[in-house]
């Protein structure tokens, strides 16, 4: 069901320089639709009780989705950026969409999770990549591995050049995990050393002293 909260009253309120009660939540401008949606995504950024989603799925059309607001009151201060969420609430549509949020759930991910810790935009990933080896070669006698991983649309693939100075080993199709906080981008994307193989059993939240640091 869909209430329309008439312009005329936000207009009003606008002019008088009173609040309505019920409104404090909304933006003036012309009509404000909302409607009571569900939206599963990734928190990209977290501003307050606001934070900002790349929204995966949605109950309503969503047009900007890389970037979407959701407010809540007194919203869990245990949500981190990275962390996939479920969230109900009012969708709100003025000079952008929004939603006013009456619950927002962290949720397990249980499509094997591919992306881990805060995204990084000049690398164009996240904190931790986990991919697949695609190439194993050497370039000016430096062992390498190419690892593919999935874009932050779930659906571009990506390249990152691995360079391997402590005498690693892995083999193709291995299933790794790449830091790429210290990613050099050149001709190609690029970092030394810090990939660790991912057993399919193993957790996805691995202790920081396993990794080989550069």
């Known amino acids: ?24 939540a909304t933006k003036a401008s012309a009509a404000v639709e909302s409607s009571v949606s569900t939206i599963e995504g990734r928190i990209v950024e977290v501003i307050g009780n ?12 969503i047009d900007y989705k890389n ?16 962390d996939d969420i479920v969230a109900v609430g009012a969708m709100m549509h003025s000079f952008a969409e929004y939603m ?10 249980t499509d094997d999770s591919l992306h ?8 164009f990933a996240y904190e931790y990549e986990i991919g697949y080896i695609t190439k194993i070669d050497k370039h000016l006698s430096r062992d390498y591995v190419n690892v593919q991983y999935t874009d932050k649309d779930g659906i571009k693939k990506r390249e990152v050049t691995v360079y391997l100075t402590k005498g690693q080993k892995f083999n193709l199709g291995d ?16 970092v030394e050393d810090e990939i660790e193989k991912v057993n399919d059993s193993q957790t996805q939240i691995l202790n920081a002293d396993q990794w080989i640091w550069s």
Do not use: C
């Not at 008439?6 to 409104?23: D, E, K, Q, V, Y």
């Not at 006013?100 to 991910?109: L, P, T, W």
């Open 1 to 24: 069901m869909k209430k329309v909260i008439l312009a005329g009253a936000l207009g009003i309120a606008a002019l008088a320089g009173t609040n309505l009660p019920g409104l404090e």
């Open 50 to 61: 606001t934070i900002y989603v790349e929204v995966k799925k949605s109950t309503e059309f």
């Open 67 to 82: 970037h979407f607001s959701i407010s809540m009151d007194n919203l869990n201060p245990n949500l981190k950026i990275g």
């Open 100 to 109: 006013i949020a009456q619950s927002v759930e962290k949720v397990q991910n």
């Open 116 to 123: 881990e810790g805060k995204y990084i935009k000049g690398a």
């Open 175 to 190: 299933k790794v995990k790449v830091h790429m906080e210290n990613v050099m981008r050149d001709m190609i994307f690029s």
